[in-house]
């Protein structure tokens, strides 16, 4: 799951989405959740810092709670760090939880997969996107009639039929309420008396200009407090004590709290700002520090700007991180800007996360595989504005070629394909002067084209790739482009050009000390080439050796995809129950992956064991559910014959006992699952009791062909076919 810093699906456990705790707003929540019912476009809007965010993820979760049917698909995407409005519609899709693997434009997934299904979508922060987020809300509120979406902003989306729900700040009795209650939190009794409410009252109840004076309580009272801010307010105003206007009152209630720190917290404030979204300890001490302020120094620096509320602490999978709310983040950014240090520290930003994926792709090859896995998931947005950066900026096209390819794991092993794509194809269209960041970038490109199933631009982006590493004699670009080379022939059925070019890479490999996850499912895709050809022994051994080294050093990825070649083995060899327990530990590996080409393969041929384990009804069900997420895969490879013959196999042999009529019936029940529940149906942790056992069938899948050296795949011998891994 992804941690509750990014966009994504909640639950009502999620940690606060503002810094202020939530006091009150018990009628706001009423009416906003009522509003939900009447309206399919709801928008939350008020000045910044006044909990629309919150109220708004409040709202969605008690409505849903409420609805009469089944839960909705429902997300929160967070668009306050996207800078590019093509990038809107993919943060939509990660919040709403869907994958997609194919090469399909965004939009067209979004109206695909939720098609005749329940959604309520929160759009957070999308106030510098308007244009974008109105015309896909536009479209999406037209075709999807069971749409919902609650968006929180600072103004409207201007669209037919949008019901606008203006939030005020919080009332008297409120706001003491929450003043003196983050008193209480850092150990201080306030108690609400005269100054308390008329600093409120200056503040005009905003919560985070609240939040902000009260994270001063432990230098100043409140009646120095309401000195202080008195004094700034009559300067600005002229001494008219209430001409200022709200927007106005929270910015300056955030330039008086920057005031009022020291030299090292307003450097270190400003610092901050070039970071989207969250960030992490380290990536502060290593950015933020220098010019001014040590890197031991950055701790204590940032410990009270937390202590102040200008920063807030969150816990995720990757450990705790930093948030910094978005006006808080603007001030900062303005005040970086004026001290003509923006572009230092935005290159060290980049900097630190070229770093950290340069780490985390050899890392991937490592027992921390998971870990790093959670890690970029948390630095996305950290990670997008370093690419954008690269991709931007004169003379940096090279940084953001090897940023994007060194990212090959993010795109591939943890299903974001399509968003891969579209930042190595940028990339590649720039001209760089290091040949080899550009190498790497083109063959990372074709292979995740070939995943998609575009296999044209794929031939394309390999063949030019090749063609240039032999020119420059770069022998890892050779390896790499022969190597996916091999895959795209394997997964257009092309099985002896696929062995020589697999053999001829894997070599190569070798030649060069080349050994990571990469090289391993080289070898696991030149064991699919034997299988598919009738030597499932020496499949069994290519792959053996791979899970072997695998083991070694802790990798989980290619090893699940070895685990299916070994399962499909071991079920021609009549041991489906063996087959069972190594489908499912590959499935279990490949879904907390997010990969999704993995998952539906194993649950294809959970159905095939299934079926031979004599529940036809249940394999029915398996397919149906592997029939759902088929169009969301790139490769078609239910066109590939020797890939399709399980399928086909377990369908012929489950209508014979069904019928045709009970077949289809339990075929749609599949279809029904969602991803997480199909998922766990395969791996039999739903609770569910199949659907009904049928005797076994006359003996285990063509058990004969089983002996020892060559031996026929499960099709019929006058088929051929392929397919990939991974």
């Known amino acids: 799951m992804r941690g509750p810093q990014s966009s994504g699906p909640w639950t009502d456990a999620d940690p606060p989405l503002e810094l202020t705790p939530f006091v009150g707003r018990s009628t706001e929540l009423a009416a906003l959740t009522a509003a939900l019912d009447g309206a399919r476009l709801v928008t939350v809007t008020g000045v910044g810092g006044v909990g629309k965010s919150r109220l708004a993820v409040r709202a969605a979760a008690r409505w849903a709670a409420g609805a009469p049917a089944d839960d909705p698909v429902r997300g929160r995407a967070e668009l306050a760090p996207v ?34 299904r329940r959604v309520l979508l929160v759009l957070d922060g999308y106030e510098h996107l308007v244009e974008a987020c109105a015309g896909l809300v ?20 201007g669209l037919a039929g949008e019901r606008l729900f203006p939030l005020a700040p919080l009332g008297a009795d409120e706001a003491a309420e929450l003043f003196t209650g983050r008193a209480r939190e850092q150990g201080l009794r306030v108690t609400d008396g005269p100054e ?8 005009e109840g905003i919560p985070l200009a609240l939040e902000l004076a009260a994270g001063r309580l432990r230098a100043l009272s409140p009646a120095q407090l309401l000195q202080r801010l008195d004094d700034r307010f009559r300067l600005l105003t002229g001494g008219g004590r209430d001409a200022l206007p709200r927007h106005q009152t929270l910015r300056t209630a955030i330039g008086w709290s ?121 630095e996305l947005p950290n990670l997008r504005a370093a690419l954008e950066f690269c991709l931007t900026e004169p003379e940096e096209a ?165 685990l299916y070649v070994l399962a499909y083995a071991a079920l021609l060899d009549g041991g489906a129950e063996r087959a069972r327990e190594l489908l499912a530990d590959c499935l279990r590996h490949v879904h907390a992956f997010h990969d999704l080409l993995g998952s539906v393969l194993a649950i294809e041929l959970l159905a095939l064991v299934t079926a031979s384990q004599g529940d036809p009804a249940e394999a029915a069900v398996l397919q149906g559910a592997a029939a759902g997420m088929w169009p969301s895969v790139g490769l078609p490879l239910f066109g590939s014959a020797y890939f399709n013959a399980p399928h086909e196999q377990c369908e012929a042999t489950a209508r014979q006992a069904l019928g045709d009529a009970r077949y289809e019936e339990c075929v749609r029940v599949g279809a029904r699952l969602g991803r997480e529940a199909a998922v766990a149906r395969a791996l039999r942790q739903d609770g569910v009791r199949p659907l009904g056992a049928l005797p076994a069938p006359r003996g285990p899948v063509d058990q ?20 990939t891994a991974g």
Request: glycine share 6%.
């Open 83 to 116: 800078r590019d409005p093509q990038f809107v519609e993919y943060a939509v899709l990660e919040a709403l939880g869907l994958t997609d693997h194919t090469a399909r434009m965004p939009r067209q997934v979004l109206l695909e997969q939720l098609a005749g």
């Open 398 to 562: 090279h940084l953001g070629q090897y940023l994007a390819g060194s990212l090959w794991f993010c795109w591939v092993g943890c299903g974001r394909l399509a968003e891969g794509r579209r930042w190595l194809e940028r990339s590649v269209e720039l001209d760089s002067e290091y040949e080899q960041s550009r190498l790497k970038a083109l063959w990372v490109l074709g292979y995740v084209a070939i995943l998609q199933g575009d296999t044209v631009p794929a031939f394309q982006a390999l063949r030019e790739c090749r063609e240039q590493a032999e020119r420059s004699a770069d022998p890892a670009a050779a390896a790499y482009a022969e190597h996916r080379s091999g895959c795209l022939a394997l997964v257009t059925d092309d099985m002896a050009r696929a062995e020589t070019l697999l053999r001829s890479a894997l070599d190569r490999y070798r030649r060069i000390g080349e050994l990571n996850s990469n090289v391993l499912m080289g070898q696991v895709e030149l064991a699919m080439t034997r299988a598919f050809q009738g030597d499932l022994a020496d499949a069994v051994r290519l792959c053996e050796d791979v899970r072997r080294v695998c083991e070694d050093h802790g990798e989980r990825w290619a090893r699940s995809y070895a």
């Open 258 to 378: 920057h005031e009022l720190c020291t030299p090292a917290e307003r450097l270190l404030w400003a610092r901050l700002s070039v970071f989207a979204q969250t960030f992490d300890l380290e990536a502060a001490e290593y950015v933020c520090s220098g010019d001014g302020l040590a890197a031991e120094d950055v701790l204590d620096v940032l410990s009270e700007l937390l202590a102040q509320s200008v920063i807030a602490r969150e816990e995720a999978p990757a450990g705790p991180r930093y948030r910094m709310l978005d006006t808080v983040r603007a001030y900062g950014a303005d005040w970086l800007e004026a001290t003509g240090d923006a572009a230092r520290l935005r290159r060290r930003h980049r900097d630190w996360y070229l770093g950290l994926a340069t780490w985390c792709e050899l890392d991937w090859f490592s027992p921390r595989q998971r870990e790093v896995a959670d890690r970029v998931d948390a």
């Open 138 to 157: 536009a479209e999406l509120l037209r075709t999807l009639p069971e749409l919902r979406v609650l968006a929180a902003g600072r103004r409207p989306l």
């Open 704 to 723: 004969g062909r089983a002996e020892s050296g060559k031996r026929e795949p499960a099709a019929s011998p006058t088929r051929k076919g392929g397919e």
């Open 196 to 203: 308390v409410r008329e600093l409120c009252r200056r503040l």
